[in-house]
């Protein structure tokens, strides 16, 4: 009864969504407020359907109903209890449900907190987001539904993916929808904005919070899934330009072009139709990435579907919201006016640089994804677009904007003075030159390019908390005034702060792994030894065991430094028996900021193992730099003046600092 229940829930949150995406624009149009009410109500009233069918479904997993074929594709009586959650959103029908729910959650949070939005276009917003969520609830009823059940029941499972029970998937997903969901907004607000025909500062106020509620989550969704690929397929590496990757980091860089596009039209009112069609395309990619990972085009550890039918539905849904809203913004970007001019040199010429170099580079991540998939479509050739080209293209485009990253905060708005900014930055400066020097003496003027990466993070980071020095005037007020001026900027002041020091840890740590990481494949036996770096891996020992629903096979080893002990090793080999799949099981000691990685290979015949070991410096800090980032996207929204009809409270101390 269960799953009946969940799929009913379903089905009524379509005839709902289909009301929602027609009335309240009827409304709009005739300027009825009852009409237009009808919104929020369904916003909210769908919102609690799709997630009774979320719940209906998990109900079945935890309790193990091998009478739905989901269930039976994807779980095992043995699993254990989290991965049994988990196994909920670890396969495609899942985890489209998973999908329209956090769609529906953003719809009902617009509606529960949108209450100072002008009406008409609160009403157009929720209706757009109708539109999306008709499209994907149709999709699933059509192509993907959850609930469907299978008679006779099996007395067992099939069990989930091994390298998808780890609790990286109870986090990364989640995560990663919130983000590619949560762009819907941005779209919607653009949607109903262009309807409406007005575009001005107030929408750029009222869509910030959202695109970077968006964007923070994403950033934690891709730094939790490199991270994940990093120890739980034992390639040893964090990155590795695959396509379905790619499709989570294209929304990531115009979304970050559309937060920094929409400050230029709040402050100035400039960019306005930029703004607009940047908020189009970053959730036009959104759906790619989920058309790439659904359509069976890919095929990689992330991609869930191999359906030529979903791939072609999920197509349909693509061409009409993108080509419906390109269509509707080349109809109406003719009556939107250009608003506030600026100088080339000023903050507002730096976030236009910045935009510029953003998008280039999603441009590139674009074609170096899609080319090989038109190729052999277009003419049955089969090419592979890999790391060299992403490197080669993405890297340069990215050093010109990180250079320039710590000089847009002290540029002034309209019109800046580049050598009045050039000279506040004389301290980041020669710290990037002192960091450069000593990384060139310690690595005995090892590669030139790392040693002026490591310097570039260095200018970053920095640069960046540079800026809050400057603000407090410690040299002309004192320290106790300079620490009141600190304590009365507002929070987006630090949070701007905060996010671009984190990208600066981000690419120290991406540098150093990069360019100065060791490592060393040998076969081993018991009480053998092999260096690595500044180890000595000593082979102690095997040990034979059994998980709930896996054998294993663990490595016991000893890590010394100059003959000390600093740390026990125990990598591992599993073999699912259901699924009869092996998987590799990193083990990992985190020493400061860099990582001991160990991973097994193949046992040979006589008697020894294959054993992959690497030294990884500094590495932790590409995600330790992706959640300060996320700080500092948190830090910015908490400030009042970016929450919608939030206004921020006068206080007479800290408004000259505020308004500096």
């Known amino acids: 009864m269960t799953a009946e229940i969940g799929h009913f829930a379903l089905v009524l949150a379509l005839a709902l969504a289909l009301v929602q995406s027609v009335v309240p624009i009827i409304g709009a149009r005739r300027r009825d407020a009852a009409l237009m009410a009808v919104a929020p109500a369904a916003a909210l009233a769908q919102c609690a359907l799709i997630g009774l069918s979320f719940a209906a479904l998990t109900q079945a997993y935890v309790v193990s109903d091998f009478s739905i074929v989901n269930v039976v594709e994807n779980s095992h009586s043995l699993k254990p209890m989290l991965y049994k959650v ?38 157009n917003v929720l209706a757009v987001q109708g539109w999306v969520t008709v499209a994907f609830l149709a999709f699933i009823l059509a192509t993907s539904n959850p609930f469907l059940r299978l008679d006779p029941a099996p007395y067992e499972g099939r069990d989930l993916n091994p390298v998808l029970q780890d609790i990286g998937l109870a986090i ?11 762009f819907s907004i941005s779209f919607a607000f653009a949607i109903a904005a262009l309807i409406e025909g007005r575009i001005d500062a107030a929408w750029a106020r009222w869509v910030r919070p959202w695109t970077l509620a968006a964007w923070c989550f994403l950033t934690a969704g891709i730094a939790m899934g490199s991270y994940w690929a990093y120890y739980e397929l034992g390639w040893g590496g964090w990155w590795f330009w695959d396509p379905v990757e790619n499709a989570s980091f294209m929304p990531w860089l115009a979304g970050t072009a559309l937060l920094h596009s929409a400050v230029v039209m709040e402050k100035r009112n400039a960019l306005k139709i930029w703004t607009v069609l940047l908020a189009i395309l970053t959730f036009s990619l959104s759906l790619l990435g989920t058309f790439l990972v659904r359509s069976g085009v890919l095929t990689s550890v992330h991609a869930f579907a191999t359906d030529p039918a979903r791939g072609v539905f999920i197509l349909v849904i693509l061409c009409l919201f993108i080509g419906g809203g390109l269509t509707l913004f080349a109809l109406r970007a003719s009556t939107l006016t250009q608003g506030g001019v600026f100088a080339p040199i000023s903050r507002e010429g730096a976030l236009v640089l910045n935009n510029i170099i953003l998008t280039a580079a999603c441009a590139s991540v674009l074609v170096g994804t899609l080319y090989p998939l038109v190729l052999e479509g277009l003419t049955g050739e089969k090419i592979s677009v890999g790391e060299p080209f992403f490197n080669l293209t993405f890297g340069p485009l990215m050093v010109p904007l990180l250079m320039a990253v710590p000089f847009g905060p002290y540029l002034a708005w309209k019109r800046g003075d580049l050598l009045a900014a050039t000279q506040r930055l004389w301290f980041a400066f020669a710290a990037a030159i002192v960091t450069v020097a000593v990384v060139a003496y310690a690595t005995s003027g090892g590669p030139i390019l790392a040693i002026l990466g490591v310097g570039l993070a260095a200018w970053l980071i920095v640069g960046a908390v540079s800026e809050l020095v ?69 082979f102690d020992g095997t040990d034979r065991s059994r998980g709930p629903n896996y054998d294993q096979l663990v490595v016991h080893m000893t890590a010394r430094q100059d003959g000390v002990v600093v740390a026990k090793l125990d990598p591992s080999k599993r073999f699912y028996t259901v699924r ?9 000691v985190t020493h400061g900021f860099s990582q001991l990685y160990l991973t097994l290979g193949d046992e040979t015949g006589d008697g020894g193992i294959v054993v992959r070991m690497w030294d990884k410096p500094l590495v932790t800090l590409i995600w330790l730099g992706a959640l300060v980032m996320m700080l500092g996207g948190g830090l910015s929204l908490s400030d009042r003046r970016l929450r919608v009809g939030a206004p921020k409270p006068a206080r007479a101390s800290a408004a000259p600092v505020a308004a500096e």
């Open 172 to 182: 990364h997903p989640p995560l990663l929808y919130l983000g590619y969901v949560g």
């Open 86 to 123: 988990t196994g909920v959103w670890g396969n495609h029908e899942g985890s489209m449900l998973l999908w329209v729910l956090i769609l529906a959650i953003f719809g009902a949070a617009v509606a529960a907190f949108g209450r100072n939005l002008p009406a008409s276009l609160k009403a």
């Open 580 to 588: 009869q799949m092996p998987t590799t099981e990193a083990s990992i």
């Open 470 to 538: 400057s603000r407090a005037r410690f040299r002309e007020v004192g320290f106790m005034v300079g620490l009141r001026r600190l304590a009365g900027l507002p929070r987006s002041t630090y949070g701007t702060t905060v996010a671009h020091a984190g990208l600066g840890m981000t690419l120290l740590g991406i540098v150093a792994v990069t360019s100065f990481q060791s490592e060393t494949i040998t076969v081993m036996k018991p009480g053998d030894t092999a260096a690595i770096g500044r180890y000595q891996i000593t």
